[in-house]
C-alpha cells in the first residue's frame, strides 16, 4: 500500500506530519543532487557564511556544502524560551535529544549578523514558501525579526501547494529540491 493522498491545506498540522513522515519514509536520499543545486544557487547569490542543520533521520543532509561555505550549526535550547544558536560546524558532536549532531553545551556562540542564507529543513513546503516543521517553533523565532535570505530544503515530493499556515510562521523565500531552487509564490 502507497502513501495517501497529502491532507486538505485546513487539516491539522499533526495529519500533516503524519503524512509527509510516511512520504519521506519512502523516498530515495536526494542529498547529491540537492547539495549540487544549492552549491550553484549560493554561488550565484554570492553566499558566504550559511546558518545550515545537522541533518535529522531522513532530512536532507547538506554537510557536502561544508566544503564550498562556512556554515554553522544550531544547538536547540528549551528553556527559558525554545530558541537555536549558531556555531561553527565543526563543533557539532553530540547527538541531540531529537538524534541530530549539534554542538555540546558551552561551545563559543557566533553572532549571527555574520551570515547571508539560512538552509531550512522542513517536514514540507508549499508553494508560498510556508515551512511544515516539527512543532517547536525555533525558526519562526529566529526570522520573525530578521531579514536574511531563506532557502527551505526537502524533497519534491514534499512540496505541496498549501499548508496550513498560522500568523507566526515565517515562510521561507526560496525551495531547494532535487529539480533545483526556484522562488516562491508571492501575495
Given at each position: 500500500?502507497?502513501?495517501?493522498?497529502?491532507?486538505?491545506?485546513?487539516a491539522?498540522?499533526?495529519?500533516?506530519?503524519?503524512?509527509?513522515r510516511?512520504?519521506?519514509?519512502?523516498?530515495?536520499?536526494?542529498?547529491e543532487?540537492i547539495c549540487?543545486?544549492?552549491?550553484?544557487?549560493?554561488?550565484?547569490?554570492?553566499?558566504?557564511?550559511?546558518?545550515?542543520?545537522?541533518?535529522?533521520?531522513?532530512?536532507?543532509?547538506?554537510?557536502?556544502?561544508?566544503k564550498d561555505f562556512t556554515?554553522?550549526a544550531p544547538?536547540?535550547?528549551?528553556?527559558?524560551?525554545?530558541?537555536?544558536t549558531w556555531?561553527a560546524?565543526?563543533s557539532?558532536?553530540?547527538?541531540?535529544r531529537?538524534?541530530a549532531?549539534?554542538?555540546p553545551?558551552?561551545?563559543?556562540?557566533?553572532?549571527?549578523?555574520?551570515?547571508?542564507?539560512?538552509?531550512l529543513?522542513g517536514?514540507?513546503?508549499?508553494?508560498?514558501?510556508?515551512?511544515?516543521?516539527y512543532g517547536g517553533?525555533?525558526?519562526?523565532?529566529?526570522?520573525?525579526?530578521w531579514?536574511?535570505?531563506?532557502?527551505?530544503?526537502?524533497?519534491?515530493?514534499?512540496m505541496?501547494p498549501?499548508l496550513?499556515?498560522?500568523?507566526?510562521d515565517?515562510?521561507?523565500q526560496w525551495?531547494g529540491?532535487?529539480?533545483?531552487v526556484?522562488?516562491v509564490?508571492s501575495a
Amino acid at each position: 500500500m502507497g502513501v495517501p493522498p497529502p491532507p486538505l491545506p485546513s487539516a491539522p498540522k499533526q495529519h500533516w506530519r503524519r503524512w509527509a513522515r510516511a512520504q519521506r519514509a519512502g523516498l530515495p536520499d536526494y542529498a547529491e543532487p540537492i547539495c549540487e543545486h544549492l552549491r550553484r544557487f549560493l554561488t550565484a547569490q554570492g553566499a558566504a557564511v550559511v546558518l545550515a542543520y545537522r541533518a535529522l533521520p531522513g532530512e536532507v543532509d547538506v554537510s557536502a556544502l561544508s566544503k564550498d561555505f562556512t556554515l554553522l550549526a544550531p544547538r536547540a535550547h528549551f528553556l527559558p524560551t525554545p530558541r537555536l544558536t549558531w556555531h561553527a560546524w565543526e563543533s557539532a558532536s553530540e547527538l541531540s535529544r531529537f538524534g541530530a549532531l549539534e554542538p555540546p553545551l558551552g561551545t563559543p556562540e557566533l553572532d549571527l549578523s555574520i551570515a547571508d542564507t539560512v538552509l531550512l529543513p522542513g517536514l514540507a513546503f508549499d508553494a508560498w514558501g510556508v515551512r511544515l516543521g516539527y512543532g517547536g517553533g525555533f525558526y519562526d523565532r529566529l526570522l520573525a525579526n530578521w531579514m536574511v535570505r531563506t532557502v527551505g530544503v526537502a524533497p519534491q515530493a514534499l512540496m505541496v501547494p498549501a499548508l496550513p499556515r498560522d500568523p507566526h510562521d515565517c515562510p521561507v523565500q526560496w525551495l531547494g529540491s532535487e529539480l533545483g531552487v526556484r522562488r516562491v509564490r508571492s501575495a
